[in-house]
């Protein structure tokens, strides 16, 4: 069972970066029975959601993020996205996603992925 996250990197500030978060092994078999997030730990700071989709495809997002990130899902292949534009330095952190079987509620993280925004 494995979570990858990959797509960040050094973007300026106003710019865009997309992550992915790919999902293998046997239990994403049913990989559309997850709710799935993206979650940030800025340095120094813990960890908080930044957004999130349900089995439905129902989104949520904090409200830092709102008209700027969007996330979205592709049941076929096993992959949650997080589409990140007019980025800012204040969203410089590691970014994680998360998988949560919808009945189970049995839970795995990815290794995170970093995004720095420079100024």
């Known amino acids: 069972v494995q979570l990858q996250a990959f797509g960040g990197g050094l973007v300026q500030g106003g710019g865009s970066l997309r992550l992915s978060c790919a999902a293998s092994g046997a239990m994403f078999i049913m990989f559309r029975y997850f709710d799935l997030g993206w979650y940030r730990q800025p340095p120094g700071k813990e960890r908080e959601l930044v957004a999130a989709i349900t089995t439905d495809s129902t989104t949520d997002y904090t409200d830092s993020v709102k008209g700027r990130f969007t996330i979205s899902r592709d049941n076929a292949k096993n992959t949650v996205y997080l589409q990140m534009n007019s980025l800012k330095p204040e969203d410089t952190a590691v970014y994680y996603c998360?998988?949560?079987?919808?009945?189970?509620?049995?839970?795995?993280w990815g290794k995170g992925t970093q995004v720095t925004v420079s100024s």
């Open positions: 998360k998988a949560t079987h919808d009945i189970t509620r049995t839970t795995y």
